[in-house]
Each structure stands twice: as structure tokens, then as C-alpha cells.
């Protein structure tokens, strides 16, 4: 697991790119006229994924880049922290209330706020001056950790993936999630799904491909879903 693990992940920056890609396009999925199981499942798809991502970046890539860029890295955690503030704000709301949309929109503005200052100043910044090297060993990092915090979540995830993105556009962090899910199930019983979840994974991990297209995966979750 160690090594394929090392094996598929991206490099850091990369990495954070993909996650940030996946939380634009989920949000854009977002409607308020809706039905209230849709606005659920995408607020949950985004709150998780935005936790995980914090914490990737808070416990892994901010310490790496700490000494580079202080002031950069230090007005981000408070911005992940209020990040925090609204997504318990959105888990105490219902669907049906009007303050649900509010609050997400308002944890729309902040995430892109804070993506487009990391995007053009800190991730450009980590690519200059950690070389690639440093920066895959970062990455591998990052997948290994996402693992662990998705795990628990995995079903739940996966679940919230496909009401979110039914037609099947799904960006890295959903095939990460799709993975996490098959590959708890095929330690158990479907072994045989393992090569095929490797090789879109590690196809989806290149750069241009972060916005591709897995329906075989979708189709193959769906299937476990029911099963
Ligand atoms: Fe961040
Ligand atoms: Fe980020």
C-alpha cells in the first residue's frame, strides 16, 4: 500500500491544485433551488473535503513552507479557521432554511478567496524553492494522511460524491475517495478491482488530467453502492 501510494501521488502543489479544482466544481454544482437531499450531500461532500484539505495543508505543506513565507502561511490558518466557523455554522442548519444558502455562499466567497492568494503567491512560491524532489516526498505525505482522515468517511463520501456529481465529472480528490472507499472493499472481499482503481488513479494524478473523466469508476462505485 506504502509504495503505491508513493507510487500515484502527485507532487504537493499539484496536489492542492486538484483539491482546489474539486471544491470550485462542487460548489458550482450547488443550486438553492435544489431539493434538500442535493443541498446536503454537496455541503458534505464540501465540508469534508475542506476539512481534509486544511489538514493536509496545515500538517504537512504550511511546516514545509514555514520558513520561506511566514507571513503568508501564518494569515492562513486563521482563514482555514474561519473556514471551520462557517462549515459548523452549515452543519447546524437544515437544507430547508434560507440560512443554508447564505452560509454556503458565504464559505464560497472566503475558500475562493483564500485558493486564488495560495494559487498565485504560495503554491508558485513552494515550486520555486522546494524543488521536485521535496515536493513529491510532500505528496506522498499528503496521500498517505488523506487516507487515514478520509478513511473513516470513506462510505459517506462516496455516497455524497454521486448524488454530487451524477454525470460523472469527477476531479482528483473524488477518484481519491471512490479509491479509499474500493480499496476498503477489496481488502475484504474484491481484490480483483484493485488493478483497474490503480491505473485510473494514477492516470487521474497527472496534471492534465485533473479535471478528467472516470465513468468506469462511477459506474463501479454505483455497483458497490448497491451491492
Ligand atoms: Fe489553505
Ligand atoms: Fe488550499
Not at 100 to 109: K, N, Q, S, W
Not at 166 to 191: C, K, M, N, W
Amino acid at each position: 500500500m506504502h509504495e503505491m501510494m508513493t507510487r500515484m501521488s502527485p507532487g504537493a502543489t499539484t496536489m492542492i491544485r486538484m483539491d482546489h479544482t474539486h471544491a470550485m466544481a462542487t460548489f458550482h454544482k450547488y443550486r438553492a433551488n435544489a431539493t434538500p437531499e442535493k443541498k446536503q450531500a454537496i455541503a458534505e461532500t464540501l465540508c469534508l473535503a475542506l476539512e481534509i484539505h486544511a489538514r493536509l495543508e496545515e500538517e504537512i505543506f504550511y511546516p514545509a513552507m514555514r520558513s520561506f513565507e511566514p507571513d503568508l502561511v501564518n494569515k492562513s490558518v486563521p482563514e482555514h479557521n474561519e473556514m471551520r466557523r462557517l462549515i459548523a455554522q452549515l452543519r447546524q442548519t437544515r437544507p430547508e432554511d434560507a440560512s443554508f444558502d447564505t452560509t454556503l455562499l458565504e464559505l464560497m466567497r472566503d475558500v475562493m478567496r483564500h485558493v486564488a492568494d495560495e494559487e498565485t503567491m504560495l503554491l508558485p512560491d513552494a515550486e520555486r524553492v522546494l524543488g521536485e524532489r521535496r515536493l513529491s516526498e510532500l505528496g506522498a505525505e499528503m496521500t498517505r494522511r488523506r487516507f487515514e482522515l478520509a478513511g473513516p468517511h470513506a462510505g459517506e463520501m462516496a455516497v455524497n460524491t454521486v448524488r454530487t456529481f451524477p454525470g460523472a465529472t469527477l476531479a482528483f480528490s473524488g477518484l481519491l475517495v471512490l479509491g479509499a472507499f474500493l480499496i476498503g472493499r477489496a481488502a475484504t472481499r474484491d481484490t480483483a478491482a484493485l488493478p483497474a482503481m490503480r491505473n485510473a488513479l494514477r492516470k487521474a494524478a497527472r496534471p492534465a488530467r485533473i479535471r478528467s473523466t472516470s465513468r468506469s469508476l462511477v459506474n463501479r462505485l454505483r455497483d458497490a453502492v448497491a451491492a
